[in-house]
């Protein structure tokens, strides 16, 4: 299928979308109002040569969605043996810059956790988030691509993490790490344990990521949303790390408290819960934390929690679609608030 012919698609199959996004407090406002609208998610993209050769094809693609209100991309914009170099960086800014939709972007952990490694450059993990946060958060509180208006925990130094809601749904996107949340040892630096300023920052980004979780909950709560909607770079139910996770939690101990405060927020909110994610680079959609998930051993988390709804997005040599992500209107029948089906690329 061509660009135009699957721009067309798209257009028939997102007809009835369109309302303006708004700030997490605006909904206040006018709790009534919200037809059906639509959003994207792309993940671990682009990976290699080939593909980022590809990415304007791939970004002119979703471009042509026009019913889409946003995008998000939840981490991984280079492959893990790659450098992390300031001019790959610039590139990828350069190419998010030719959005024409808002554009929320999430940190993963191949453009600064693991830049320790020789093949990345060797490079200090903590000064390249410095520079991911220089080069793509120079605006906190505004999106990349098209602006739209995020609340932002730039007062905590951790600008990426944004919320806003629309139609009475609540987003809220974090930074949480693949690498066991960034607690494995930097061994390109010679490093056989975490060293004290990764576990200052881990600590710092933890709790920050645990209060806008919480706030998020809160004021959805506060204003009757329907759904609330977390986005994370990391996997935290990967089910290729599940067997080691079973024989040692330990693997997954910088995930546990978030996944806790997760799993004790959904069950205190009346309405679905979603996590989007990507790190795993295999389309999936399930419950990890539903009661008698082996999920629930690893992260110690009781009798779970139904409400949460988890989808993977496709990456690195999956990424050959977008997640669009339809919201019901306000006036929908039924509980499920979000559907989605994925988009395929026209090249």
């Not at 590139?91 to 972007?105: C, G, K, M, N, Y």
Request: charged share 20%; aromatic share 8%.
């Amino acid at each position: 299928m061509n660009r135009l012919k699957t721009a067309a698609a798209v257009a028939l199959i997102a007809a009835g979308a369109g309302t303006a996004i708004v700030p997490a407090n605006a909904a206040e406002n006018n709790p009534a109002a919200g037809p059906a609208f639509t959003f994207g998610v792309i993940g671990d993209i682009p990976y290699g040569a080939a593909e980022i050769t590809k990415f304007p094809a791939r970004i002119q693609d979703i471009n042509a969605d026009s019913e889409l209100k946003f995008v998000a991309h939840v981490g991984d914009i280079k492959n893990g043996s790659s450098v992390c170099s300031d001019a790959y960086f610039e590139h990828i800014r350069s190419a998010f810059d030719t959005f024409e939709h808002p554009l929320v972007f999430t940190p993963g952990d191949n453009e600064w956790v693991d830049c320790h490694r020789t093949n990345n450059g060797a490079y200090n993990p903590l000064e390249r988030l410095d520079k991911l946060r220089e080069v793509f958060f120079d605006e906190p509180g505004k999106t990349l691509g098209e602006t739209m208006p995020v609340k932002t925990q730039e007062d905590l130094g951790l600008p990426e993490n944004v919320r806003f809601t629309q139609n009475r749904v609540s987003f809220s996107v974090v930074n949480v790490q693949g690498s066991n949340n960034a607690l494995q040892p930097w061994s390109g630096l010679g490093k056989t344990a975490a060293t004290p300023e990764q576990l200052a920052e881990v600590a710092h980004r933890t709790d920050a990521v645990l209060a806008q979780v919480r706030e998020t909950f809160s004021d959805a709560t506060r204003r009757n949303d329907r759904a609330v909607v977390l986005m994370t770079q990391a996997d935290m139910f990967d089910p290729a790390l599940l067997d080691a996770a079973l024989a040692n939690p330990e693997t997954m101990s910088g995930f546990r408290e978030i996944v806790q405060t997760i799993i004790a927020e959904t069950n205190r909110f009346d309405g679905p819960v979603y996590l989007i994610n990507g790190d795993s680079h295999i389309f999936a959609e399930n419950k990890p934390l539903a009661a008698g998930s082996p999920w629930l051993q690893v992260y110690g988390g009781g009798a779970g929690a139904d409400g949460l709804q988890r989808i993977t997005v496709d990456g690195s040599n999956n990424a050959t679609n977008y997640v669009r992500f339809t919201v019901a209107g306000n006036s929908a029948d039924g509980t499920e608030v979000l559907s989605w089906d994925k988009v395929a690329f026209s090249g």
